[in-house]
């Protein structure tokens, strides 16, 4: 009995033994995770909610192992700062756009907005991760010391006018209130005054007749801002702008994560992409629809117009190409679109 008693404590021993073990092997592998991000969005907002989504999201795929403190409506640093503040380690990670950069190199203009390229997000998408952008905007990520997560795209941004804005024939003369960059060149080409103003400026220079237009963001988010109480053309769907969100992170604390946080981080970035694109076709649909009823004129372009366009992007995009990492991006987009049929040749 004595025997069995010493051989029952000792496997009982062990199995304890065992168990903490594997408790502390877990432990020891269970490497964590914690990360600052800021984004420039209001929590309240479609596109705020959608990255509370995806924080959601990897923090739960992690079980755990991920955590984040996020800041909303850019409220540690400004807008325009929050790369730089990632880059130097006041935050871990960037969730606003690379078109805030493109004072630091041109290049930052074709992954931020690329201007009459690609009529839909799923095609801007699809650059990215299968025509070869991804490998080409890395480098121009990593050359500033930050690793590029992602994009989220969604979709095409529509004008709000007071005149009829159907064709590039209507563009003449037309001022419009337009963000600073190759957007006021390629619009100067087409016959257009783009005047840059502040965003918040918009409506009253509208009502004030000071501007005929103005490039705000998309149709649904045209209509909260209320531009179409005044201005009753537009057009729908949009060509000209498509902007693209990113989340770029620090690459020293990128590369310090464990390969699997990095690979929930970079697929959960492709589930909110195709989530940002659904949730706004869906939303500018409802608003088109409303404002077809209350009278609002809506100008769908022809393939024709969408050309010339088009044709006048690419004849301003080598202006900005004057950097090897912006010229690699330009010829990059220009093979893919050509691809697609979207440029000419």
Known sequence: MKILKKISTALLATAVAAGLGSVALADGHAKKTNLRIQTHYAPETPSGKLAAEYIDDIQTMSNGEITVEMFYSSSVVKSVETFDAAATGILDCDMTGGGYQTGKNPAFQFVGDIMGGYDTPYQQLSWLYYGGGLADAQKLYNKFDMELIGWWVYGQESFASTRPIASTADLKDWKFRSPPGMETKIFEKLGAKPI??????????????????????????????????????????GFHSMPSDH???????????????????????????????????????????????????????????????RDAAQATWPEFATTPEAKALVDSHIKYLTQLGLVKQ
């Open 247 to 309: 989340l770029a992170c620090n690459k020293a604390v990128f590369d310090a994560m464990p390969a699997h946080h990095q690979r929930i981080m970079k697929v959960a970035m492709q589930a909110l992409a195709l989530k940002t694109a659904l949730t706004f076709q869906v939303k500018n649909a409802e608003a088109a629809a409303d404002l077809r009823k209350k009278g609002v004129t809506l100008s769908s372009w022809s393939p024709e117009e969408m050309q010339k366009f």
């Open 196 to 237: 840059v103003m502040d965003f918040t400026e918009i409506f009253t220079a509208l009502e004030s007749g000071i501007i005929d237009g103005a490039d705000a963001s998309t149709l649904a988010n045209n209509v909260g801002l209320g531009l179409y109480d005044i201005a009753k053309y537009a057009n729908f769907p």
